[in-house]
C-alpha cells in the first residue's frame, strides 16, 4: 500500500509516494497546476462563480443549491452541471493543467447535487428530448463529462466521490461501473474531525473495495491538533492497510502538517510497539520509512 498526501500547498514531502494538490477549489479560487503532482479539480462547485452569476446554480423544487438552503443539505454551493458555458471553463482548465509537467488529474464535485436537481429549463429540455429515465439520463450526463474530460488528461486520471457506495447513481449520477471503464483509480474521501471512532471508516472503505472495478485509494483527514487524535488517526490508517487499498491519503494543511504526522507516528507513545504487537506489517514498514527520515 501507498501512502500519500493531499495538501493545499505545493510541495512533495518525503516519506509519501503520492501528492494531490487542490489546484481548483469549491470556493472558487484557482491556482496554477502544481508540477510533478497530481491535481485535484473541482468542477461544478464555485461560490465566485455563483456570486459574480447566481442563474447559474443548479435548481430543484426545494429551491436552489446553495449551503445556505436549509431545505436540502448541501456542503457546497453548486453550479447546474449541464450549463454549457460553464462547462467549457471548467474542460479548459483541465486541459491547460494537462499540458504542464503533471502526474495526473482528479476531478472532484464532477456530479448533480442531489437526486431532485437539477430542474432548469435546459436540464428538463435534455432529459425529454433523451428518451431517459431521470436517474439514466442524469448519471449519461455526468459519465458524458468524465468523458471528455478524460479525453484531454494524459497522466492519471481519477475521480472523487461523496462516499455512499449505494446511492450515488440515484442520488448524485455517479455510474461507478461505466466511470470505472473512463479512470486509473477511484478517490473515496472519508472525511471527520477525528477517527476516535472509526468502524464507519472500515466498513466504507470494504464497500467501495468491493463496489469499485478499479483500484481504490482512500482519503483521511489529518490536520489534527491533539495526540489523541493523532493516534486514533494513525490506527485506523492500520486498519485499512490490511485492505487492498492502492493507498491511503492524508489530508493536511502544509509539510509541517505531514511531518508532524510522521513524528508523532515514529516517536510518540507507543505505537510502533503496537503495530509491531497487532501485526500490521505493512504499516510497519511505512512508519519505519518514516523513520529514517524524521
Ligand atoms: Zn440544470
Known sequence: MKIGLVTYTPEKVDGFDLHVYYSKRADGSVF?????????????????????????????????ALRNNRKINVPFDFVCPTNPEYREKVLDYVEGLSRENVEGVTLNLYHFPEEEFCVCPRCVE?????????????????????????????????????????????????????????????????????????????????????????????ELSAEMPTDEKLDALLKTVAYLSRHKLMSVLLLVHDSANAKQVCRYAVHKGDFREWLKKCEFTEM?????????LY
Open 126 to 218: 435534455l432529459w425529454r428530448q433523451s428518451g431517459l429515465n431521470w436517474t439514466e439520463w442524469r448519471a449519461q450526463e455526468i459519465t458524458g463529462f468524465l468523458r471528455e474530460a478524460r479525453s484531454l488528461v494524459k497522466g492519471a486520471f481519477a475521480v472523487e466521490m461523496f462516499p455512499d457506495p449505494v446511492l450515488a447513481k440515484e442520488r448524485f449520477g455517479i455510474d461507478f461501473d461505466h466511470i470505472a471503464e473512463l479512470v486509473d483509480y477511484f478517490h473515496v474521501p472519508l472525511s471527520s474531525r477525528d477517527y476516535l471512532t472509526n468502524y464507519w471508516a472500515d466498513t466504507l472503505a470494504r464497500d467501495f473495495l468491493k463496489t469499485l472495478k478499479k483500484p481504490v485509494v482512500v
Open 32 to 64: 496554477p497546476a502544481a508540477k510533478e503532482m497530481q491535481n485535484d479539480i473541482t468542477c461544478f462547485c464555485d461560490a465566485k462563480a455563483i456570486r459574480e452569476d447566481p442563474s447559474i446554480v443548479a435548481v430543484s423544487k426545494n429551491g436552489l
Open 284 to 292: 510497519m514498514r511505512i512508519v519505519d520509512n518514516w523513520a529514517k
